[in-house]
């Protein structure tokens, strides 16, 4: 079905801009999430909205070109003047975000009611950019966004060194003599570039998903920045793809909010199958660290009875085993029957079950009640 769908040049342009626009909002996510500036993509994504807007005026009709760089424009103005309101007025940089998004956003909606009103914004289609209008995508747009995301690529892998220092660690960056402000203004304008390849895909209300989304993803598998940006990247991609075929496949559904939902079922998989960080894994080391101090604290009973009776091998009922640690007990008894440090044993005329410690036993209640098996 996939094969047949990818038959169809339309569908085939709208899901290579779908993955090349996710690939992009990835790599870009990557950087925003690990530097806690989630909020800046959606301040990002809703400026987005006067610059689209004021490339139509100004180019007079749709044309991406002017469409992407009013939009990328309006991106780096609200950027700045969110930096210049937190550090001219003291506001903390969040609540100087949501100020400038709020205020980019009603100026986006005051100027397309404007063009709408002077007609001619149904063929120009600047509403569809609020959620996104996968079906106007063309070849060119293609292109242009294959283009923009190569640069993008090629611009993180050679700041690759600055970019990782000053994301961890800005003082150390500027100690080393990097240009620390310089690369906060490349981060932000990556995450603008994103925004704008995106914007025309999702649309500026669920672009901030299509940058969070694959980042969160992502930084449940990967262990290092370069895992994560890679893996984040490819997230996004594969998100973007997976929506367009599913608005291909499914006549009626918009594309852009399929993307996000793609996108989200990502996080979801990674925050419960995740190794090491998922909802499953961290459940089996609990279980695990459970298990363990049951062990221990059985195998420490049986080390105190058998000093009180002065009897190295001395067999102690599973009863009174049971009565010190509940239910607790018998899982306990078999781990530590299968590590070889108790076995069972008979004690006549008592038909009960009875555990007494091995050699092994023992030497592991010796050496601090550490089973190894």
Excluded: N
Excluded at 60 to 86: E, H, I, Q, V
Excluded at 92 to 118: D, Y
Excluded at 252 to 277: D, H, N
Aim: proline share 3%; aromatic share 4%.
């Amino acid at each position: 079905m996939i094969a047949a769908m990818l038959a169809d040049h339309t569908i085939r342009t709208v899901a290579a801009g779908a993955a090349l626009a996710g690939g992009l909002a990835g790599l870009a996510g990557a950087f925003a999430v690990i530097r806690r500036q989630s909020l800046l993509g959606d301040t990002l994504s809703h400026a987005a909205l006067p610059g689209v807007c004021l490339g139509f005026l100004v180019a007079g009709g749709r044309d991406l070109t002017a469409l992407m760089a009013g939009a990328l424009a309006a991106g780096l103005a609200a950027a700045w003047a969110a930096a210049a309101l937190s550090r001219l007025r003291r506001i903390r940089p969040e609540t100087a975000l949501g100020l400038v998004l709020s205020l980019f956003f009603a100026l986006g909606v005051v100027l397309l009611t404007r063009i709408q009103a002077q007609g001619g914004a149904a063929q120009a289609g600047l509403e569809t950019f609020l959620f996104g209008q996968a079906a106007a995508m063309r070849g060119g747009d293609v292109a242009v966004l294959a283009v923009l995301a190569a640069v993008a690529a090629a611009a993180v892998a050679l700041l690759w060194t600055p970019l990782k220092l000053a994301s961890f660690d800005p003082v150390a960056a500027a100690t080393q003599g990097w240009p620390v402000a310089r690369i906060d203004f490349g981060l932000t304008a990556l995450i603008a570039a994103a925004v704008v390849a995106g914007v025309q895909l999702v649309g500026v209300v669920l672009m901030t998903a299509l940058i969070v989304a694959p980042a969160a993803a992502a930084r449940q598998w990967a262990r290092s920045l370069g895992g994560m940006v890679f893996m984040s990247a490819g997230f996004g991609a594969a998100a973007g793809a997976a929506g367009a075929l599913a608005s291909a496949g499914a006549r009626g559904l918009a594309t852009g909010p399929l993307i996000v939902l793609a996108a989200t079922a990502l996080v979801a998989l990674s925050f419960v199958f995740a190794p090491g960080r998922g909802a499953l894994s961290v459940l089996a080391a609990r279980r695990a660290a459970r298990a363990q101090g049951d062990d221990r604290g059985v195998l420490a009973s049986l080390t105190a009875l058998a000093r009180a009776h002065a009897d190295p091998a001395y067999p102690a009922e599973r009863g009174t085993i049971e009565a010190l640690h509940g239910r607790a007990a018998r899982g306990a008894l078999r781990r530590l029957e299968r590590a070889g440090l108790v076995r069972a044993v008979e004690h006549a005329p008592e038909a009960t079950p009875h555990w007494e410690l091995t050699a092994a036993g023992r030497d592991a209640a010796a050496a601090g009640g550490r089973p190894d098996g």
